[in-house]
């Protein structure tokens, strides 16, 4: 099979790799459509994350055909369109049982913290990933879905990760009606975290980062005030200027280790190779939030060896809420807003990039040209 394969910081090709086999009775094999590019992804692709291995396929983000089936697989038939959830999981452990598929115990030797992820280092379990013509798929009778009938394609590969990684901050932000939130960071995740502020209730919706055609994408797609953090003195001030002085009800942190480096890694930690990223954004929610408010993390952070201001946050009694998204638990109701015509996810998405040439597609998305929001890889 052609898989995208990474052969050392900022450098990507795609290689002819054996095709993926059945090592399991309920492993599948997916044919993969289309994947995508995360901002998580850049962490990889800037050499930034502990053992990423020469030679390992990126990609938590994939919809395909099912090409082959385990014996003990029930739940799925060769043929089936299926969108496959970025968390690899058991389904059965202690913490499956309580829709805590993130944290699944059983997939990932190496963390303690983090379940497996398709086709993020050995950190995640080393599991190869979605930007290739094929894919093992582990546990199949219980993370990938049937994308039902007349669902955009774009649309469900969107539920795989993005989409659903936003909307479930928008629910560990336990908005309020009426409540106004700010989100920190205007990628697919900020703008989907913002979109589906409203869906929870929100009476207002505040984005603040530093791209502007990031931001003109936060008042067309998620509907909200925006804030380029670069043209303020104080990003903290302003946003206590507009909301009367308090701080936002509720802060939703979208930024996470700051893939795209325009604020300044911690030296240990680039030294270390370990891209666990600058609390700014953090230190910044902690301080834009109102006393007793509500902070959600959804930025995808890594060992982070810099100061987070904990202190300010005890004092001010504020609840921080965050974890990887379980993202399957939400697709029932993700489906039922994009079957309504709430949310359409796809909107998201301007550039089409066939796999030969993703190398390119990292480029571009790595140095934030051509207004880039959200790259899909073409496979099929």
Same mark, same amino acid.
């Given at each position: 099979?052609? *898989? ?30 289309? +994947? ?10 800037? !050499? ?9 396929? /990126? ?19 060769? !043929? ?8 690899? /999981? @058991?389904?059965? @452990?202690?913490? @499956? ?6 944290? @699944? ?5 190496? =963390?303690? $913290? ?15 990933? !979605?930007? $290739? ?11 990938? +879905? ?24 928008? &629910? ?13 960071? =205007?990628?697919?995740? !900020? ?10 209730? =929100? ?103 810099? *100061? ?15 974890? &990887? ?18 949310? +359409? ?34 496979? =099929?």
């Amino acid at each position: 099979m052609k *898989a995208m394969t990474y052969r050392g910081p900022y450098k990507v090709r795609v290689e002819d790799k054996p095709d993926p086999t059945i090592h399991h009775p309920n492993d599948a094999i997916v044919r993969v459509e289309l +994947a995508a590019i995360c901002g998580s992804d850049l962490h990889l692709y800037h !050499g930034m994350l502990p053992d990423t291995r020469v030679g390992h396929t /990126f990609g938590h983000e994939f919809i395909g055909r099912v090409e082959q089936v385990g014996s003990s697989v029930q739940n799925l038939k060769v !043929g089936d369109r299926v969108m496959v959830p970025f968390n690899i /999981f @058991c389904g059965s @452990c202690f913490f @499956c049982a309580r829709g805590l598929f993130s944290n @699944c115990h059983n997939v990932n030797a190496n =963390a303690t $913290a983090v379940g497996g992820i398709y086709g993020y280092s050995h950190t995640a379990g080393g599991y190869d990933g !979605g930007q $290739a013509e094929l894919v093992r798929v582990p546990f199949a009778d219980v993370g990938p +879905a049937v994308i039902p009938d007349g669902v955009n394609p774009e649309d469900a590969l969107l539920l795989t990760d993005a989409f659903s990684t936003g909307y479930f901050g928008a &629910q560990l932000a336990d908005i309020v009606e009426g409540d106004t939130a700010v989100v920190f960071g =205007a990628g697919p995740i !900020g703008l989907a975290a913002a979109r589906s502020a409203w869906l929870m209730g =929100a009476g207002r919706v505040i984005v603040v980062d530093y791209l502007d055609y990031r931001l003109r994408k936060a008042e067309e797609f998620a509907f909200a005030e925006t804030i380029n953090f670069g043209q303020v003195n104080d990003i903290v001030r302003e946003v206590k200027k507009r909301t009367g002085g308090l701080g936002a009800d509720v802060v939703i942190e979208a930024v996470g280790a700051e893939a795209d480096g325009h604020v300044l890694q911690h030296v240990t930690s680039a030294k270390l190779k370990l891209q666990g990223g600058s609390p700014v954004a953090l230190n910044w929610a902690i301080d834009s939030v109102r006393k007793a408010g509500t902070i959600s993390v959804v930025g995808a952070y890594g060992p982070l060896f810099s *100061a987070v201001k904990f202190g300010d946050a005890m004092n001010k009694g504020v609840t921080m809420r965050m974890n &990887q998204a379980p993202v399957k638990r939400q697709w029932p109701r993700l489906l039922e807003h994009i079957a309504a015509g709430h949310i +359409a996810p796809s909107e998201m998405v301007t550039h089409r990039i066939p796999l030969e040439h993703i190398a390119e597609g990292y480029h571009i998305f790595s140095s934030k040209l051509d207004d880039i929001i959200k790259p899909v890889i073409t496979v =099929a």
